[in-house]
């Protein structure tokens, strides 16, 4: 099995690390499933991205593309991943009935959240999947495929992507954190490296959020000491990277990490840099050496993008929530345009189906009408 480093971003095939770096956490790194590897009946073809609690794959289900998120072998990353996918169920839109039946037939929105599958061949009321795999045991989720890059990558290749554009990102990934706004709940762990980005047919950015983060309500006394783990320093709120066994955690942390991602698309650079660099020395950055986070881009100023990604990156003041920071900025660039989806090729059939039927029955019809005028 291979093993990566999520520091250094190493992946090795022997299952040993070796590092430069004396802090590098090498031989702790994640063992990770590789190609053709199978989990049940699942075939992994792709890593897609590692995280902290977490890997997410593509794979396959028989000739059905799928993505496969398999968590750390942790007590911490299992639970988050269960609670995960046991929101995501209650979440995901019905996938039989009739209602289901009759949305197959008319053209589907882009889902900003994943759209949960069942685990096993055979449905079952659990949400998740449990195995073992090579003596370990594994618990992982299975998601509807979706194209497109992690949003990391697409700033690599981008650095500085049209403001419009990254407006409309954020805006998005506000709105798949509705559910958990309207909730009460904190995510705790947005990063660039959770947003999977698609480009739809007129260029514009579509988001998928792959993860739901923490999931933990906010107000709630230790609720951030399973993030001091799992979230990543360079885009956690400062209020709970300076004291995180005291600090409570509101909705605002959120809006905290949604803006500073916002910074990164705009500035072309992450506020805080965090490759090869150790947890306390961003911690020290974010919260003892701040220095002034400017996106250097007049035109920016002038429209009062400026001030709002101020707003959502203040110690004080800050947004309630991340639906009051995509409100600030729908009031500059509106809603992000609609997107035209494909109509099912279904739809087709069945509308040549009825069509033929139609003809027949008119050809019948005709044919019953010439024998009586006949007779």
Known sequence: MNRFCERCERVTVDGNLWCQDPDCPAEEGYELLGYGDFLGDLKVTKLVRVWRSAAVYEAERGKLPVLLKVAHPTDACVERLKREAA?????????????????????????????????????????????????????????????????????LENPQIWHSQAAWVITAVAEALRPLVAGNRCHLCLTPDIILVDTDRHGNL???????????????????????????????????????????????????????????MLAGRPGFESKLRRDDQLREDVTENRKPLSIDRPELD???????????????????????????????????????????????????????????AAAFAAATLLQVIAR
């Open 206 to 264: 579509r988001p998928l959020l792959l993860d739901l983060g923490l999931i933990l309500e906010a107000g709630s006394d230790g609720a951030v000491h399973e993030s001091d783990r799992l979230s990543e320093p360079a885009y956690t709120a400062p209020e709970l990277l300076a004291n995180s066994h005291d600090e409570i955690p509101t909705l605002a942390a959120d809006v905290y990490s949604l803006g500073i991602i916002y910074f990164e």
């Open 302 to 360: 002038q429209s009062g993008v400026t001030a709002i990604v101020e707003r959502a990156l203040a110690s004080t003041g800050r947004y309630n929530n991340v639906i009051e920071l995509a409100a600030a900025l729908t009031k500059i660039y509106s809603n992000p345009p609609p997107e035209r989806r494909p109509i099912p090729r279904r739809l087709y059939l069945l509308l040549a189906l009825v069509g033929t039927f139609l003809l027949i």
């Open 87 to 155: 929101a995501l169920h209650s979440l995901s839109p019905a996938q039989s009935g009739p209602v289901a039946l009759v949305r197959s037939f008319l053209p589907s929105s882009r889902p900003t959240l994943p759209v949960i599958l069942p685990p096993y061949p055979s449905k079952l009321k659990r949400p998740f999947g449990e195995i073992t795999f090579r003596g370990e045991p594994r618990v992982y989720s299975v998601y509807q495929y979706a194209r497109g890059k992690v949003l990391s990558d697409v700033l």
